[in-house]
């Protein structure tokens, strides 16, 4: 009897240290599949941070000269006008018409005007300069 429970406690035993060493390489296969995972994560991540910040400073760049631009914008008043005028309005006139073309000619005239001088402040219903009565 004591070689049977003998046999049954190697088996036990065996099956023991099996299962330790199934546990041990699926330990030793998750480290190494977590390892590569967060390598190739920091690679993407320095990737996608190395084209951001090379894309903000294009940004910058950009607004910073949209801002030059916007801030000399009276010096080109009068071509931005005309040339707003002028482009939709005669685009507009090829597939619409004169008359068409001419009110969207007049209306991006008038926009672009008061997107470059701004609107007068003291702008009444009653007209500019506000009669007091």
């Known amino acids: 009897m004591s070689t049977g429970s003998l046999s049954v406690s190697d088996t036990l035993k065996s099956a ?3 299962v330790r060493s199934g546990i041990k390489t699926s330990v030793k296969h998750t480290n190494e599949l977590l390892a590569s995972l967060e390598i190739s994560v920091t690679e993407a991540n320095s990737n996608f941070v190395s084209r951001m910040s090379s894309l903000g ?28 005028a002028t482009v939709l309005g ?24 008061a997107a470059v001088y701004g609107m007068p402040n003291n702008f009444d219903i009653r007209g500019v300069g506000g009669d007091e009565k």
């Not at 760049?61 to 707003?84: F, L, T």
């Not at 008359?99 to 969207?104: E, F, R, S």
């Open 57 to 84: 400073r294009q940004f910058r760049y950009v607004a910073s000269r949209g801002a030059r631009m916007y801030d000399v914008r009276e010096q080109y008043g009068v071509p931005i006008v005309a040339g707003s």
């Open 90 to 113: 005669g685009a507009t006139a090829l597939r619409r018409g004169k008359g068409p073309g001419a009110i969207v000619g007049l209306l991006a005239g008038s926009a672009a005007y």
């Open 16 to 18: 023991r240290s099996g």
